[in-house]
């Protein structure tokens, strides 16, 4: 089981910028997926945006972070980033790592990290 460890969240004000990181155990195997979810109070658990470890495809889902949330990877430091952009009150909530084997769901999770935006 890889272990993930998030960190770079905080209070931001409305339109300021974060960027989370995800640090993985080891390295992970090519056909791993990493992914950002998000979950606010009283809300489920959304998924935002997903990488594949191997070819670096990209894919974000709600709309409500498109152009805004970016995911990206650095190989050599077994970690994935998520830039956040033009913040709003609404993207308050813990910001939640994850990763799996493609096709198997995601089985490993971070501790989650506090994201608050001020307006």
């Known amino acids: 089981q890889v272990q993930l460890v998030e960190s770079g969240g905080g209070l931001v004000q409305t339109g300021g910028s974060l960027r989370l990181s995800c640090v993985a155990s080891e390295r992970p195997s090519i056909d791993y997926a990493l992914a950002w979810f998000r979950q606010a109070p009283g809300k489920e658990r959304e998924l935002l945006t997903r990488i594949t470890w191997s070819g670096g495809d990209r894919t974000t889902y709600p709309d409500s972070v498109k152009g805004r949330f970016t995911i990206s990877r650095d190989n050599a430091k077994n970690t994935v980033f998520l830039q956040m952009n033009n913040l709003k009150p609404a993207d308050t909530a813990v910001y939640y790592c994850?990763?799996?084997?493609?096709?198997?769901?995601?089985?490993?999770w971070g501790q989650g990290t506090q994201v608050t935006v001020s307006s």
């Open positions: 994850a990763g799996g084997i493609e096709g198997r769901g995601y089985t490993d």
